[in-house]
């Protein structure tokens, strides 16, 4: 699908919604329209929808046939990095015939993106320079509400001249930014107006308005995107205003609206990616404030019914006919050869055997100008790249090439799926690959084949989804839940007809980087604890693998041991596990049995990790990673302060497991580790401010290969490493 199908799908979306807001705007949750907008924006960013009788596209199609509409291609259901693993070397490039119209539309449409965008980001950062100036906010009340509304993100209460409404900017670190004419005696007024801004900061308004802009610099040619940006921003103020009459009341409505009218008194100017209290549909508001009232069933029913009407009438594509075929875009194919295409997709051809199949394209195709168009097929890369958003072309390398290529009995198919977690500095990522093989092709039907493909596909497509974070983060619990899934398709799709197997390589998703070097406080910890503290018996079937030549071993044999006695009992092992992950151990260990515990152990645990996952996945073992915060620096002058925070990541190679010994390896990384967290605890926090981030990565590399050697290697991950720092003391303050 093209930017202009796009843009017109968006814009027949977007009226229905405006028609709807026109005249249920007052009569239904005011999140609806927000969730109407959400899909709105998806409409126009991804560039694919899922066709649907119901569809808008589909009625008009069908009642009009003789007319060609704006085309909305056809998607698979299951796009993630999914294709067959084919070779592509050698292949022909499509040649640039490309009309001048359509050359002169695309240089317009990107500069037309750059102007916007570059408007957007200067307004911004000349926003971004005035709210540095700001002064923090010393309130005794602003301070108490900051106490009862805890965030994992830390929100920030600061004021400034510059302003004449109260706005909130920033993702991960929100800062909630008041007029320095504030009557901040007038605690209500404060109350009203702060639970208005944490609502914002809780739904994440500055990332629905970013998103808004990036579709707002795509589609900049499109008068009905420019209207939904406009609404899309009202909306999202009347919804902090309902929610924060909920919170407090219908009685609050006329103490609410008199606080709107008096922050409406003077505009603050254009402020993307910002929520503020401006004067733009004042009136709207202060309406809508005095026309709330409770949400009943009945009223959240028809809600729902709407989005899901409307989502699928204006969000999907038009249903193809049984025997319409789609076209194949923007390739260097000849009307002639397209039709010779599609005369291999027979009437019916799905419910073949795949030995008739076969046969029926092998006759088809017995020519030497047949044998030609083939071979370009294959090698075209802009016909591949359509594979899973043409029908056409995914027959043509999902179903033609496998079946009727020279080694046809087993054909591998690969894709993956990651989270999208903005606190983690590593998501979790699943990758696969999964084998078809064909045992009996006269009574498997293509159909079948196509089934099994798409549902194996699905199935560890779906893995991730409904998993929490801690259980992301379990690489135990995870390996389990991924073998479950392969044992249960293994049983939905292997027959004496098809057989699968599966590789996979699954990356845990990381720790959440909680700010300010990612400490938690003693009781979060105890929260998050999946198993409680390790008991004496732990310890001590553990420290029996402390012989007094253990150093002298190899990596190889000591790992061995190690899963061997976590292969004992595995909630033994993950007790001691979470104990030397929050360093709580209930058990008194002298330095070496802690030195043991929290190193030699915990380093052969994680290599053993990755042992065991390459033996599942069949690849090659990747080296151990590793996270380390330290604590922050701080320091503190006339009531404001400074701030440092560091964290890294580092990896290390083993050139041979079997030749270095464990007390190498352990005087290694012990060492490293070490030397870094005494520099950073001996190095004075003024000279510490003073450094860049390339200073502070420039000293790591510089230890991390004092310790390196033949044998072992240490990689600091430039990418990798956060260095943080705040400095508020010599600011000046009116």
């Known amino acids: 699908m093209n930017i202009l199908q796009m843009s017109f799908s968006g814009a027949a979306f977007i009226t229905a919604v405006v028609l709807i807001r026109a005249v249920a705007i007052n009569k ?3 999140k609806t329209f927000l969730v109407l907008w959400e899909l709105v924006m998806l409409r126009l960013l991804i560039p694919f929808s899922i066709p649907s009788m119901f569809s808008v596209y589909t009625l008009v199609t069908h009642s009009i046939a003789s007319t060609t509409l704006p085309e909305v291609e056809t998607d698979y259901s299951i796009p993630a990095m999914q294709g067959l693993l084919v070779t592509t070397q050698g292949a022909e490039q499509p040649p640039a015939d490309i009309s001048s119209s359509v050359s002169m539309w695309f240089i317009v449409w990107c500069a ?3 102007l916007i965008a570059l408007f957007f980001v ?7 320079i005035e709210f540095r100036t700001a002064l923090p906010v010393r309130n005794h009340y602003v301070e108490k509400w900051l106490e009862k509304c805890p965030l994992k993100r830390p929100i920030l209460v600061r004021q400034s001249d510059r302003i004449f409404a109260p706005l909130t900017y920033g993702i991960f670190r929100p800062v909630i930014l008041m007029p320095k004419k504030m009557d901040w005696k007038n605690e209500k007024q404060l109350q009203y107006i702060l639970s208005h801004e944490y609502v914002h900061i809780c739904r994440y308004d500055t990332v629905t308005k970013l998103v808004a802009t990036l579709a707002l610099c795509i589609h900049w040619f499109n008068p009905f995107v420019w209207v939904m940006y406009i609404l899309l921003n009202r909306d999202i103020e009347l919804a902090c205003d309902e929610s924060v009459i909920r919170q407090f009341g219908e009685k609050s409505k006329s103490a609410y609206s008199l606080m709107l009218i ?7 100017g254009l402020l993307p990616f910002c929520n503020n209290f401006s004067k733009n549909a004042i009136e709207e508001r202060i309406t809508a404030v005095m026309k709330i009232r409770k949400t009943s069933l009945f009223a959240i029913c028809i809600a729902a019914i709407l989005i899901v009407g409307v989502t699928t009438t204006f969000a999907t594509s038009a249903a193809e006919s049984s025997k319409k075929k789609d076209t194949i875009h923007d390739t260097d194919f000849s009307d002639e050869e397209i039709d010779k295409l599609l005369a291999l997709q027979f009437d019916g051809y799905e419910d073949m055997s795949v030995l008739e199949f076969q046969n029926k394209v092998w006759k088809l195709t017995d020519t030497e100008e047949y044998r030609n168009l083939l071979e370009k097929f294959s090698q075209n890369t802009t016909l591949y790249e359509q594979k899973d958003s043409n ?41 696969f690959v999964f084998s078809l093989t064909i045992q009996n092709a006269d009574t498997l039907t293509v159909g079948e084949y196509n089934a099994a493909r798409l549902g ?17 983060q379990n690489d135990s619990f995870m390996q389990e839940a991924i073998h479950a899934e392969i044992e249960k398709l293994n049983e939905q799709w292997n027959t004496d007809k098809l057989q699968i197997s599966v590789d996979y390589s699954y990356i845990p998703l990381s720790e959440p980087d909680t700010g300010r070097g990612g400490q938690e406080t003693i009781e979060e910890e105890q929260e998050r604890r999946e198993y409680p503290n390790g008991t004496e018996e732990d310890y001590r079937s553990l420290l029996d693998l402390k012989t007094a030549d253990y150093q002298s071993r190899s990596v190889a044999d000591f790992n061995m041991d190690l ?3 976590a292969n004992e009992s595995y909630e033994r092992m993950e007790r001691i596990n979470v104990d030397t992950a929050q360093q709580d151990f209930s058990v008194n260990l002298d330095s070496d049995e802690l030195s043991f515990v929290a190193l030699t152990t915990w380093l052969s645990g994680v290599e053993n990790g990755k042992y065991v996952q390459s033996i599942n996945t069949g690849r090659k073992e990747e080296d151990p990673i590793h996270n380390q915060y330290l604590p922050s620096k701080t320091a503190e002058e006339n009531g404001y302060g400074a701030w440092c925070d560091l964290f890294y990541q580092f990896s290390y190679h083993i050139s041979d497991k079997k030749t270095l010994t464990v007390g190498e390896r352990d005087y290694c990384i012990g060492n490293m ?3 870094i967290q005494d520099f950073w605890n001996k190095t004075d926090i003024e000279e510490m401010l003073s450094m860049t981030k390339d200073d502070i990565v420039s000293k790591l590399k510089e230890i991390a290969a004092e310790y390196s050697n033949d044998n072992i290697t240490i990689t600091i991950y430039e990418d990798s490493v956060s260095f943080e720092k705040m400095d508020e003391r010599n600011m000046e303050f009116d």
Request: with cysteine.
């Open 28 to 30: 239904l949750p005011k």
């Open 112 to 114: 037309g993106i750059i």
């Open 122 to 128: 200067i307004s911004y950062l000349r926003c971004l």
């Open 262 to 268: 008096n922050m409406e008194a003077t505009k603050s």
């Open 391 to 431: 029908e056409t072309a995914s027959f043509l390398f999902y179903t033609l090439e496998p079946l009727t290529a020279e080694k046809w009995q087993t054909r591998d198919f690969g894709g993956g799926i990651a989270t999208d977690y903005p606190g983690a500095s590593d998501n979790a990522m699943l990758e």
């Open 456 to 472: 194996v596909a699905s199935g560890l497509q779906n893995i991730l989804q409904g998993k929490t974070k801690e259980q992301l």
């Open 563 to 565: 899963l061997e006695w």
């Open 673 to 675: 580790m070490s030397e």
